[in-house]
C-alpha cells in the first residue's frame, strides 16, 4: 500500500492541462452541508460542480439527509476535476481524504492502480445491485483488477450541436459522415474580406473531440499492448489532423485558441457564427434556453464507424473510509433513489446511468419534450473509451502540446506524431 500511494503522489503534475471533456466545473463553490451532530455518522464527499451544478447537488444531498436521520453527508466543492485529483493525492497519505468522491473517470485507473478506492461489489451484492443494472456505454471506467471501484454519475459525451434554421435556409442536410460534413460545413462560410463573417465548425481545443476522430476511424488512443498509441502505425492521426487542417485552411472550421476555448465557441453558436458544433451533451439545457433559432442535436459524424468517447465522472468509496456502511447507504441512494442521481440528472442535463432510470416515467417525459435529450442518449450505443492506462495524464498532456504544434503551428503532422509517440512510448514505459 504505501509503495502504491507514493507512486500515486508521484503522478501529481501540471493538471490544469488536462481539465477538459466538457464537464469540469470552474464555477465558484457552492454552499456545502455543515458538519452533522447529535450522534450522526458523517459521511464526507467531494465534488467538482459549482455555481448552479453545486445548487443541484446541496439540494440533493438535502433531500438525502432529511430521509436518513442517522446519517449526515456533508458535501465539499473542491475545485475543477484536475484540482479534486491533486487534493485526494494529498489527502490519502495524509488520511484525510472524504468517505465518498466524484472522480474524473480518465483518472480512475490511477487511483484504482494504488489500492485506495473500495471494491463496491460486496456493497452492491447486499442491495442487489449488479453491474447490468448500469447502462454499459458509461461502465468503461468502473472495473479494473477484478473490482468495481466506481459507479458513473454526472457523465456525457460529445455530440454535434446544430443550427438547424442556418441549414434549413442554405438547404442543407444534417451531416452524418465527415464527407458530408465537409460539405456543409464549407458551405456555410461567409467571407468577409480576408476574414470570415461566418465558419462552419467549431470545437473547443480538447483531445476530446480528436479523439472521438481517431475512434471513428477505428484506431485507438493507446495499443491492446499498452506499449503504444494506437493510432501511428496505422495513419489514422494523420488521417485526422490532415483532415481538421483542410477544414480550417478553407475557414470552414474554426479552431479556438486554447483558452477559454469552450465559452468562445459556444457564444459564437449561439451568435449564428458557426452553424455546427462539436461539444458537450452538458451544453444542451444552456442552447435549448437561449438560442433563438431552432437547435437540434445529432450524432457526431461517422468516417468509418460511429464512435464518441464518454467523459465526466463517477463516484467511489475510498477505501480508508471509517463509515463505509452509511458511505454505501448513499451511494446507493445516488444509484436507485428517484430523488436522487436521477433528479440530479433531470435538473442538469447529465444522461441517465441507470436502466431503470432510463425506463422510469420521469426520463420518459423529458425525452418526449426535449427530443435533444433523447439523441444524447441514444448516441450511448457507440461510446468506447481507449485512453485507459496509468501513464494517461502525461501521455495526454504530451499529446496536447503535438495538437497545438499542428493546429496552430502548422508544424508538419507526421512528425509531430512520431515525436510525440517517442514521448508517449517512454511515459508508458516508467522511464
Not at 458513473?152 to 442554405?170: G, Q
Amino acid at each position: 500500500m504505501k509503495k502504491k500511494v507514493s507512486v500515486l503522489l508521484a503522478c501529481t503534475m501540471a493538471l490544469g492541462a488536462l481539465a477538459g471533456c466538457g464537464d469540469s466545473q470552474s464555477e465558484k463553490p457552492s454552499a456545502g452541508g455543515n458538519a452533522a451532530g447529535g450522534g450522526k455518522v458523517t459521511v464526507e464527499y467531494w465534488h467538482s460542480m459549482g455555481g448552479k451544478n453545486g445548487e443541484y447537488i446541496d439540494a440533493m444531498i438535502k433531500r438525502f439527509n432529511e430521509t436518513h436521520p442517522n446519517i449526515e453527508v456533508v458535501g465539499t466543492f473542491q475545485g475543477a476535476y484536475d484540482e479534486v485529483v491533486t487534493k485526494l493525492q494529498q489527502a490519502i497519505p495524509a488520511k484525510t481524504a472524504p468517505d465518498v468522491t466524484m472522480l474524473e473517470r480518465s483518472y480512475v485507473q490511477l487511483f484504482a492502480d494504488a489500492d485506495v478506492l473500495e471494491d463496491l461489489t460486496p456493497f452492491m451484492k447486499k442491495s442487489n445491485l449488479s453491474s447490468n443494472d448500469f447502462v454499459s456505454g458509461l461502465m468503461g471506467h468502473s472495473t479494473f483488477d477484478k473490482k468495481l471501484v466506481t459507479l458513473p454519475f454526472n457523465r456525457s459525451t460529445p455530440i454535434m450541436h446544430v443550427n438547424k434554421t442556418m441549414l434549413d435556409e442554405m438547404g442543407l442536410k444534417v451531416p452524418t459522415n465527415w464527407d458530408e460534413l465537409k460539405q456543409v460545413a464549407n458551405a456555410l462560410v461567409i467571407k468577409d474580406g480576408s476574414s470570415f463573417k461566418r465558419q462552419g465548425l467549431s470545437m473547443p481545443f480538447d483531445d476530446w473531440y480528436v479523439l472521438a476522430m481517431i475512434t471513428q476511424s477505428k484506431g485507438k488512443y493507446f495499443n491492446d499492448q499498452g506499449t503504444s498509441i494506437g493510432f501511428y502505425d496505422n495513419g489514422v492521426g494523420v488521417k485526422v489532423f490532415n483532415y481538421l487542417k483542410d477544414l480550417q485552411k478553407s475557414g470552414a472550421l474554426y479552431y479556438p485558441a486554447a483558452k477559454d476555448s469552450g465559452n468562445i465557441v459556444g457564444q459564437m453558436f449561439m451568435d449564428g457564427k458557426i452553424g455546427l458544433l462539436f461539444e458537450s451533451t452538458g451544453n444542451i439545457g444552456k442552447f435549448s434556453q437561449t438560442v433563438k433559432f431552432n437547435y437540434v442535436t445529432a450524432y457526431l459524424p461517422k468516417n468509418d464507424v460511429y464512435a464518441n468517447p464518454t467523459g465526466g465522472a463517477n463516484v467511489a468509496m475510498l477505501s480508508g473510509s471509517k463509515h463505509k456502511d452509511a458511505a454505501w447507504e448513499f451511494i446507493n441512494w445516488l444509484m436507485t433513489d428517484p430523488k436522487g442521481g436521477q433528479q440530479f440528472i433531470i435538473d442538469t442535463g447529465y444522461l441517465p446511468f441507470t436502466k431503470k432510470m432510463v425506463e422510469s416515467p420521469e426520463m420518459k417525459a423529458l425525452f418526449a419534450k426535449e427530443p435533444n435529450r433523447k439523441v444524447a442518449y441514444d448516441q450511448l450505443q457507440y461510446g468506447i473509451d481507449t485512453n485507459k492506462h496509468l501513464a494517461w495524464p502525461g501521455v495526454n498532456q504530451e499529446f496536447r502540446k503535438a495538437m497545438q504544434a499542428i493546429m496552430y503551428d502548422n508544424n508538419d503532422i507526421q512528425a509531430t506524431l512520431t515525436t510525440f509517440k517517442k514521448e508517449a512510448e517512454r511515459l508508458m514505459s516508467g522511464k
